[in-house]
């Protein structure tokens, strides 16, 4: 067992995957300029990624357990906030917290922190990061800043 003065700050990940479809798009342009800024991201049929998200909380480890969360408990929040809202759904039409919004990596991962936020502080941790692939080489992340 720890004892109180050993309280160490500690950072704890959970990835979760999901798929989806998404154009990118700006309505507020013509279809001509829209090709040619985001190119194949802009077919007008939709294209999809398999998507993988990392959260990161951070907080103080629980004495009696030895861990910061039970990272089945994470893995359940993300699962009912995000994951089950984004899995095989349309990000552009079919998601709440995203309707009438652009779908970049970038705009997901806040949008996304927003979601988790919260509900990781009655966890008694406090949400760090958002971490979101689009693809194996493109990510983007945010802090809450
Ligand atoms: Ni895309």
């Not at 479809?21 to 300029?33: P, Q």
């Not at 998601?95 to 502080?121: A, H, P, Q, R, Y």
Request: hydrophobic share 35%; glycine share 4%.
């Amino acid at each position: 067992m720890l004892k109180k003065m050993e309280r160490r700050l500690v950072y704890v990940t959970r990835r979760e995957r999901f798929n989806a479809a998404h154009k990118l798009w700006n309505d507020s342009w013509s279809e001509e300029k829209n090709l040619e800024t985001f190119g194949k991201c802009a077919n007008p049929n939709w294209h999809g990624h398999n998507y993988n998200l990392f959260v990161t909380v951070k907080g103080y480890i629980n004495n009696d357990t030895g861990y910061l969360v039970d990272l089945k408990d994470l893995s359940k929040l993300i699962r009912k906030n995000i994951i089950d809202k984004l899995d095989h759904k349309n990000l552009n039409l079919d998601v709440d917290f995203l309707k009438n919004g652009m779908t970049s990596t970038e705009i997901l991962v806040f949008k996304i922190w927003d979601e988790l936020s919260e509900e990781v502080t009655s966890m008694g941790a406090q949400l760090h990061k958002v971490l979101l692939f689009e693809t194996e080489n493109n990510s983007a992340e945010f802090y809450g800043e």
